[in-house]
């Protein structure tokens, strides 16, 4: 089992989450994109002064979870938040921090400002990750263009067979699911929260709308699930 942390996805309602190894490996792509620039691993934090509702379980640190293994329940009623897996930061905007080295001879604004930009664009609108700052700084000047070696990135979780479970066998119906995974649990977890399921995302797809599907008919399926969560632990 990993234990690599969550980074939520789009907003609490969503009731998304994503592993950071999967964030981290798609941002470097695409920080490594931008000409003149070698960036360093990306960072993750919730943005200071952007708190999660107190109820939504964690901290801004992580999510702890409860003793039995499966997610804290939120508070009572219908506008209970939803409940974060272990491993979990809370939803709330996130801040990225990036250090690179530059070209030099190459404007520094324009290379951060396209930088910015890329990282940007990626984390939101590829993924679906909501960010409320990206913090760049220049750790060094370098003579001629980097070169990159391949990633090192772990890789994802297995595809277990899929258990005789509805909600499993909504979860593969939905376009973008490419499989279930067991990176941070079981591919479906019952707890007295309700049903949380992992799964890998087909590339091409965005995690932020296959998890949103997957959770209307998962829904649908396991009508007795008081809430359905998502984790995406790989995009393939």
């Given amino acids: 089992m990993m234990t ?8 609490a309602a969503d009731g998304a989450w994503i ?9 470097m792509a695409a920080a490594r994109g931008v000409r003149g620039v070698a960036p360093e691993r990306p960072r993750f934090r919730l943005a200071e ?8 379980g964690g901290s801004p640190g992580g999510a702890a979870p409860d003793p039995s293994g499966g997610e804290a329940p939120g508070s009572p009623g219908g506008d209970a938040p939803l409940p974060v897996p272990p ?3 809370p939803p709330a905007p996130l801040r990225i921090t990036l250090d690179f080295a530059a070209v030099a001879g190459r404007p520094l604004r324009e290379l951060a400002d396209r930088l910015r930009t890329a990282l940007l664009e990626t984390a939101e609108g590829s993924l679906g990750l ?8 220049v750790t060094d000047l370098l003579d001629a263009p980097p070169e990159f070696a391949a990633p090192t990135e772990p890789p994802g979780g297995t595809s277990p067979p899929a258990p005789d479970d509805p909600a499993a066998l909504a979860a593969l119906a939905v376009p973008g699911v490419a499989a279930l995974t067991d990176a941070f649990g079981g591919p479906v977890t019952r707890t007295a929260a309700g049903v949380r399921v992992e799964v890998a995302v087909t590339s091409g797809h965005r995690p932020l709308d296959v998890a949103r599907a997957l959770r209307t008919a998962v829904t649908a399926a396991a009508p007795g699930a008081t809430t359905v969560t998502v984790v995406v632990s790989d995009v393939r």
Avoid: H, I, W, Y
């Fill in 130 to 137: 909501s960010v409320a700052e990206v913090d760049l700084r």
């Fill in 19 to 27: 592993a950071e190894r999967t964030v981290r490996a798609t941002l």
């Fill in 49 to 56: 002064g952007r708190a999660p509702d107190s109820d939504a």
């Fill in 87 to 89: 491993g979990g930061l």
């Fill in 4 to 11: 690599d942390r969550l980074l939520p996805l789009g907003e």
